[in-house]
């Protein structure tokens, strides 16, 4: 591993080189070429003698959109590669709570990344093995996993922005729904927008959720209409926040919350 700190290196210049880093990782397309584009971007990352807090910044951002952009090609090796490069963060991070707390969550969405992967049919579905069956009985699938660091990056105590609190606690809360326990999924997004009440994508997600329940169980309408009003119109007076957080596919979903 080359030097973290480049002591002759201007701290403007650090951050210049940053931003360069940060601009083409985010342009990297979505396709075949995609692996080896984000690998030449981390070698000069490594040689490039970044100040701490712009090293790890840099590569936190190649992990991350290198999960992305896995899941968007459905590819577990690199997903894979993405929370490798994640986990190598966690030793030069273990001192800074904050930045480590964004580590801890980009390793979470990473193994809920696999997980999906695993359940799916695709040709590079995982061993089925992975796929949770049933928490209560002490499965340690990939999305138990990640469940747990979530929360873990939700606690106050461990001192993360609140902002990355409150995307750990969207994320719990999402898979908690697709796990068919709504109760604890509203409790989740609810503690998301507590956390950072900006946060679109949790305000979205807590309307679709109080939807479906309108739609399975109509006669606890009323109250339950109110509510979903509010948190619908939340959610689209935030899209900006939303495209931030989740992308515009996400902000469009949330446009399209019917009125009840």
């Known amino acids: 591993m080359p030097a973290i700190v480049s002591p002759d290196l201007d701290p403007d210049e650090s951050a210049r080189r940053l931003s360069d880093f940060v601009a083409r990782v985010m342009a990297v397309a979505i396709d075949s070429e995609a692996a080896g584009e984000l690998s030449g971007i981390e070698d000069e990352v490594l040689d490039a003698g970044l100040t701490f807090p712009d090293f790890i910044s840099a590569l936190f951002t190649l992990s991350s959109v290198t999960i992305n952009i896995g899941d968007d090609l459905s590819s577990s ?75 873990f990056v939700s606690h106050p105590m461990l001192g993360a922005p609140d902002s990355d609190r409150s995307r750990a606690l969207c994320n719990l809360a999402n898979e908690l729904d697709n796990a068919g326990r709504w109760v604890e999924a509203y409790a989740a997004y609810a503690d ?30 009323g109250h339950i209409e109110a509510v979903y009003d509010l948190w619908a119109r939340r959610a689209k007076e935030l899209r900006a926040e939303t495209v931030t957080i989740a992308g515009e596919r996400a902000a469009q979903l949330w446009d399209d919350l019917p009125p009840e």
């Not at 707390?101 to 590079?124: C, E, K, T, W, Y």
């Not at 994508?201 to 399975?216: E, F, S």
């Open 77 to 151: 090796d690199l997903i894979s590669v993405g929370i490798q490069r994640a986990s190598g963060l966690l030793a030069l991070t273990e001192d800074y709570p904050p930045f480590a707390a964004q580590v801890i969550l980009n390793i979470a969405n990473g193994n809920a990344a696999l997980f999906h992967l695993a359940a799916g049919d695709g040709p590079d579905a995982l061993d089925r093995s992975l796929v949770e069956t049933d928490v209560r009985f002490g499965d340690e699938s990939l999305i138990v996993a990640a469940r747990a660091s979530w929360k």
């Open 192 to 221: 998301a927008l507590d956390a950072d009440p900006t946060n679109g994508n949790a305000a979205g997600n807590r309307a679709q959720l109080l939807l479906q329940r309108l739609r399975t169980s109509p006669q606890q309408s």
